[in-house]
């Protein structure tokens, strides 16, 4: 392919965040007089915030209104932020920065495309910020994944056509978000349940541009 573009999903191929939502999901669970297990927060990953309290809610059997949704929601994603303002570049995974650096010197212009509305927060905290050409998160989206919004606006912000980027994605509604905005999709985590990606790897330490270009 002629790859001009890569597109980065941040929990979980950047770094991994997502034992920090789980500390905070579960402290919610508990606030409410329930169990919420890591079983339970598969059912969460690459879903929106406002989602995964929904599935929370009912895994609780707990009907609220919509305010109290909110509160709720509000109450969780500041606990998060507490857990993530202390996160430094030990916590950037295996082969990142080598592969945007690698990127980088081919020309080949790297965004983030992330559900997250602390994506910002944690680039920084990561020393990753400068690292990336565009930023697209949950502040820019209106639509979850696998709705395409997400990776279609860091194309479009990248001012490259959709089948000239790659997206590397964990979770199969980021892959199929991809595929339906007509990308090319690296898989990062187990081949198993990433079954419609291009490709998976373990980590970004097992994928090339010579790789990339070859999709």
Not at 127 to 140: P, Y
Request: one cysteine or more; hydrophobic letters at 45%; a negative charge.
């Amino acid at each position: 392919m002629d790859l001009k573009g890569c597109i980065f999903d941040l929990d979980g191929v950047i770094v991994d965040t997502a034992k920090y939502h789980f500390m905070a999901w579960q402290r919610l669970a508990a606030e409410l007089g329930f169990e919420f297990t890591e079983e339970d927060n598969e059912a969460l990953k690459g879903v929106s915030r406002m989602e995964s309290l929904e599935i929370l809610l009912r895994k609780g059997g707990i009907s609220v209104g919509e305010k109290e949704k909110e509160a709720l929601a509000a109450l969780k994603n500041g606990w998060y932020v507490g857990l993530i303002t202390g996160m430094t570049p030990d916590e950037i995974l295996p082969g990142s920065l080598d592969l945007l650096k690698a990127l980088g010197s081919e020309g080949i212009l790297t965004a983030i495309g992330s559900a997250s509305k602390n994506a910002g927060t944690i680039l920084q905290g990561i020393g990753l910020r400068s690292m990336f050409d565009v930023i697209i998160d949950g502040n820019k989206i209106t639509r979850a994944k696998p709705d395409p919004e997400v990776f279609l606006k860091g194309a479009e912000e990248m001012k490259l056509p959709p089948s000239s980027c790659v997206v590397f994605e964990d979770a199969q509604a980021g892959i199929e978000a991809a595929l339906a905005g007509g990308m090319k999709c690296v898989g990062v985590g187990n081949p198993e349940l990433l079954v419609r990606a291009d490709m998976v790897v373990p980590d970004l330490s097992f994928i090339t541009v010579k790789q990339l270009r070859n999709l």
